[in-house]
Nanobody
């Protein structure tokens, strides 16, 4: 079992930055890949970024490439999503999720956090 809790969301102006955290509990956290997804009202859940269990592999979705960076601190059981150059289109609820391997598909993930709201004003 892995329990995930997101934090760090909030209201930011366009062009600003936020850092989201995904804190995990469970002694097998280091065995899981972590993905970040987002969902805006009326839209499907969208892949944002993912990181392998070792941290050696990182992947970004096309809409955020070059602006967002994913990293993990295994000692702290935490994965971070550093978001820069934010746009109003980045407004969504952001979720982290755990799976044994990296996947770009939300249905593949076994464990999910409750989400954190990110709102970017123009």
């Amino acid at each position: 079992q892995v329990h995930l809790v997101e934090s760090g969301g909030g209201l930011v102006q366009a062009g600003g930055s936020l850092r989201l955290s995904c804190a995990a509990s469970g002694r097998t956290f280091s065995s899981y890949a972590i993905g970040w997804f987002r969902q805006a009202p009326g839209k499907e859940r969208e892949f944002v970024a993912a990181i392998s269990w070792s941290g050696a592999g990182t992947y970004n979705g096309a809409v955020v490439k070059g602006r967002f960076t994913i990293s993990r601190d295994s000692a702290q059981n935490t994965v971070y999503l550093q978001m820069s150059s934010l746009k109003p289109d980045d407004t969504a609820v952001y979720y982290c999720a755990a799976h044994t391997v990296v996947s770009f598909t939300p249905d593949a993930y076994d464990y999910w956090g409750q989400g954190t709201q990110v709102t970017v004003s123009s």
